[in-house]
């Protein structure tokens, strides 16, 4: 073969073996980069952290890197797997922001960009129980034990068991808290759950204690205003219309003979809204209002947590106020009651304050969940000569034979220190005062729970030749009834 022949053949083979070759040299040296990881989950428990993803294409393995905080340099757990899922276990909780992950795949030595950081929080174990550690007045002690991941713990207390009234939560570090401002007397149920930043775990079982209050005085008037001169008519005789005047000249003089006696609540009748007694006793508040019947309480020692009124007789339009009052400094809580029931006596008109008497009992136990002491005070149209059976056959002061069948007594009759008892507390407009002790107004107490440390009924008189006598003009047809009273006793 001539010498330029060979030499072209060799040349060819040379070229063509390059261009077979060449290719596959080529794709193993720069093997495809795998898919970055698109879809991924996590799942956590108390103490673990389980993270999934899909296996993307051209990915053969996977590096999963967990820190506390994205910034930092390493990881705390880290791991190369082939699978598409891993578990890191005995974990513990990082304030809230527990830990931050990311998966990157790989395909030999090629990788894809890593995800972005995610998120991750322990959850929570339910709340432990608790117990209750010490408390009186207005605050309650509690502890508990520890709860799996809570970096602190949310204490809640409120006055039913389903936390929807006076509902009080604490923030606590450490496994105790006290919880204030409640109300002593009351009955308080209590419930704790671990917290880890925005992680919330169940509430624990709940915990019942009532708080004991602390005794408090609180002096309590009940007062017939015959405000807008309800007590006044075209028939009324010419001597009372001088001796009770209207009520703009009665208003000052009412105020000072109550006010006398330094009371802290007031509950009125015939005070309607015109009567307006409030502007005439500065550091009260009015309370609970309904047909004239008005309960006042000193704002600087009490506040009102609830309160309303009750119809006890539709047909004659009888009513009654209450409200729940609170002692600012002592927290105890009582019921103050004004009530003021169906005039006129004999065995007809008993029977009906009888029915409104028990509806009153009935109503106000309704609101009175906790059993704290309830204070009545009103005009009750009825007393010891209702039972006069040769004046009133059948007659039986109602009001007082009903509160005796529930453990409540006439706040007169549970002290020796009075001052007027002898006195008629409805006067009347005479000048000469009414000496049988016959007291259509009272404020009737628990036999238990409240102690009477003085009863008495302010009025003014002045003396004359033929003895002491009420000075005019009167301020009411009625005196005002006063108790000075110890609350919530053993």
Same mark, same amino acid.
């Given at each position: 073969?001539?010498?330029?022949?060979?030499?072209?053949?060799?040349?060819?083979?040379?070229?063509?073996?390059?261009?077979?070759?060449?290719?596959?040299?080529?794709?193993?040296?720069?093997?495809?980069?795998? $898919?970055?990881?698109? *879809?991924?989950?996590?799942?956590?428990?108390?103490?673990?952290?389980? =993270?999934?993803?899909?296996?993307?294409?051209?990915?053969?393995s996977f590096a999963v890197c967990v820190k506390t905080d994205p910034g930092a340099k390493r990881?705390? !757990?880290?791991?190369?797997?082939?699978?598409?899922?891993?578990?890191?276990?005995?974990?513990?909780?990082?304030?809230?922001?527990?830990?931050?992950?990311?998966? !990157?795949?790989?395909?030999?030595?090629?990788?894809?960009?890593?995800?972005?950081?995610?998120?991750?929080?322990?959850?929570?174990?339910?709340?432990?129980?608790?117990?209750?550690?010490?408390?009186?007045?207005?605050?309650?002690?509690?502890?508990?034990?520890?709860?799996?991941? &809570?970096?602190?713990?949310?204490?809640?207390?409120?006055?039913?068991?389903?936390?929807?009234?006076?509902?009080?939560?604490?923030?606590? *570090?450490?496994? $105790?808290?006290?919880?204030?401002?409640?109300?002593?007397?009351?009955?308080?149920?209590?419930?704790?759950?671990?917290?880890?930043?925005?992680?919330?775990?169940?509430?624990?079982?709940?915990?019942t204690a009532k708080l004991a209050p602390t005794p408090v005085r609180a002096t309590v008037a009940?007062?017939?205003?015959?405000?807008?001169?309800?007590?006044?008519?075209?028939?009324?005789? &010419?001597?009372?219309?001088?001796?009770?005047?209207?009520?703009?000249?009665?208003?000052?003089? &009412?105020?000072?003979?109550?006010?006398?006696?330094?009371?802290?609540?007031?509950?009125?009748?015939?005070?309607?809204?015109?009567?307006?007694?409030?502007?005439?006793?500065?550091?009260?508040?009015?309370?609970?209002?309904?047909?004239?019947?008005?309960?006042?309480?000193?704002?600087?020692?009490?506040?009102?947590?609830?309160?309303?009124?009750?119809?006890?007789?539709?047909?004659?339009?009888?009513?009654?106020?209450?409200?729940?009052?609170?002692?600012?400094?002592?927290?105890?809580?009582? =019921?103050?009651?004004?009530?003021?029931?169906?005039?006129?006596?004999?065995?007809?008109?008993?029977?009906?304050?009888?029915?409104?008497?028990?509806?009153?009992?009935?109503?106000?136990?309704?609101?009175?969940?906790?059993?704290?002491?309830?204070?009545?005070?009103?005009?009750?149209?009825?007393?010891?000569?209702? $039972?006069?059976?040769?004046?009133?056959?059948?007659?039986?002061?109602?009001?007082? !034979?009903?509160?005796?069948?529930?453990?409540?007594?006439?706040?007169?009759?549970?002290?020796?220190?009075?001052?007027?008892?002898?006195?008629?507390?409805?006067?009347?407009?005479v000048p000469t005062p009414k000496a049988n002790g016959h007291h259509v107004d009272g404020i009737?107490?628990?036999?238990?729970?409240?102690?009477?440390?003085?009863?008495?009924?302010? $009025?003014?008189?002045?003396?004359?030749?033929?003895?002491?006598?009420?000075?005019?003009?009167?301020?009411?047809?009625?005196?005002?009834?006063?108790?000075?009273?110890?609350? &919530?006793?053993?």
């Open positions: 073969m001539p010498t330029s022949l060979l030499r072209r053949v060799l040349v060819a083979l040379a070229l063509t073996s390059t261009l077979l070759v060449a290719p596959a040299t080529s794709a193993q040296a720069a093997p495809a980069k795998p $898919a970055k990881v698109s *879809k991924i989950t996590a799942k956590t428990t108390t103490t673990t952290l389980t =993270i999934r993803w899909k296996r993307p294409k051209r990915a053969t990881c705390v !757990r880290s791991v190369r797997t082939r699978k598409t899922s891993v578990t890191f276990k005995k974990l513990k909780p990082n304030s809230g922001h527990d830990f931050y992950y990311r998966v !990157r795949s790989y395909r030999g030595k090629k990788h894809s960009a890593a995800t972005k950081w995610k998120r991750a929080n322990l959850r929570v174990a339910k709340g432990t129980a608790n117990r209750v550690v010490g408390g009186r007045g207005d605050r309650l002690g509690y502890q508990w034990s520890p709860t799996t991941s &809570a970096t602190s713990y949310q204490l809640q207390v409120a006055t039913d068991r389903g936390f929807t009234t006076g509902v009080h939560t604490v923030g606590r *570090k450490k496994t $105790a808290g006290t919880v204030t401002g409640l109300n002593g007397g009351m009955t308080y149920f209590a419930r704790v759950r671990g917290v880890n930043g925005s992680v919330k775990g169940a509430w624990g079982p709940v915990s009940t007062y017939n205003l015959c405000g807008e001169d309800r007590c006044r008519s075209a028939d009324s005789p &010419a001597w009372f219309l001088r001796y009770v005047p209207k009520w703009t000249v009665r208003k000052p003089l &009412a105020a000072a003979v109550v006010r006398s006696a330094d009371p802290d609540v007031i509950v009125t009748q015939e005070s309607a809204t015109k009567t307006a007694f409030h502007t005439a006793l500065p550091g009260f508040t009015r309370g609970a209002y309904k047909s004239a019947k008005t309960i006042y309480f000193r704002s600087s020692r009490f506040t009102a947590l609830d309160g309303g009124w009750i119809t006890l007789d539709s047909e004659t339009k009888r009513y009654a106020t209450w409200n729940l009052l609170r002692d600012r400094q002592a927290g105890t809580a009582f =019921i103050v009651v004004d009530a003021h029931l169906e005039p006129l006596k004999g065995v007809a008109k008993d029977d009906r304050r009888r029915k409104q008497t028990q509806r009153l009992i009935s109503r106000i136990s309704a609101v009175n969940p906790h059993g704290l002491p309830v204070v009545w005070g009103g005009d009750w149209n009825s007393n010891a000569s209702n $039972a006069n059976q040769s004046n009133y056959p059948g007659g039986y002061d109602a009001p007082r !034979r009903e509160f005796e069948r529930h453990g409540v007594v006439d706040a007169l009759t549970r002290t020796t220190d009075r001052l007027n008892a002898e006195l008629n507390s409805a006067n009347a407009g009737y107490v628990p036999r238990s729970g409240v102690t009477v440390e003085s009863w008495l009924m302010p $009025a003014n008189f002045t003396d004359t030749p033929t003895g002491r006598q009420y000075a005019t003009p009167f301020p009411s047809d009625h005196n005002p009834v006063v108790a000075k009273l110890v609350l &919530a006793t053993p």
